[in-house]
């Protein structure tokens, strides 16, 4: 008996980067000022400036700066997470993240999915020979992060001024020859093909979607009609509220019929958002999703993103037994209403109380 209190299902997380050693408050700073967020990377800040940091950071550190994050995220309702690497750049640095996710999925009981994101930024050294820089993404880190097991999908940041949809196509190409799946940064400052390159790879997820077309739109529909299941999109509303650029079309991408998803996209760059909660109010007030459209995008369609539907996203026979209890009644439609609010009571995973 919980005394009046509701019960959801625990939320989906389906993009994250909290592998990070530091935040980055200099760039919120020169943002507000009125610097863009491609400018500063184009000057070697960014993901280059986070990278620099993390390759410098020890393993344990980075591991318990992490795993603090996700217990953040858990309180707050959160039992399954993906979580990329990105930040390390050299070889020796994305193994690093990627064993920190392990011992994360190891420690936490959570659902805890890893992604191998090596092309996330062209390091300094590669500055004008991108393409020398995907050899060693494909060459050199890709057989090492199958053969230690470290990753379950690859992604590429598929956008102008990172990596172009000839290389984003190469590198999945690679890893599916290598059993791995991929979900890509698609179309975050530009209509710039990612839909396109994700489709014809059969990613199970196109992730940002700022800038989307009715071309896109339909692209991502046929595709749910393709054999691998369809590529969903993911909208990362964090990510536009922080960098103030356009939010991902959801009203839209729900009307064509298709399994919107929505992820907190948590990083020291774009969205320092750790709460899922916070992401749901977003969505329906930026995008125009109802609340029960945006419960749907957090839960169920994030599950189908990491395709493990099966297992997490609802409360239903054969599912885990992660769920939470809330503070509010009508909590589907009180969440979204009350942002920045934990609504959150407990949270119980694989049906023990997290504490
Ligand atoms: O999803 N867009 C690429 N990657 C991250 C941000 C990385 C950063 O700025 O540190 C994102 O927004
Ligand atoms: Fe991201």
Redesign the pocket.
Known sequence: DLGGLEVLPGLVDSHT?IVFAAPRHEEFEMRIRGESYEAIAAAGG??LN?ARKLQAMSEDDLYVQAAERLRTMIAHGTTTVEIKSGYGLTTDSELKILRVVKRLKQDFDIVIKATFLGA?GIPTEFKGEPDRYVDLVVEDMLPKVVAEGLADHIDV?CDRGFFTVEQTDRILKAAAAMGLPSKI?AN?LGLTGGVQVAVANGSWSAD?LEHCSEVEIGLLRESMEMGYGGTVPVG?PG?SYFLGIPYAPGRALIDAGLPFAMAT?F?????PIASLQVVWALGCTQQKLLPAEGFCAVTCNAALALRCEKEVGALAAGQRANFFTTKTVDAVKAIPYFMGQNHCHEVFINGCLFV
């Open positions: 980067h960014g993901i986070s996330h940041f940064h975050e940002h990362l990510t996209d990083n020291p760059g774009s969205s």
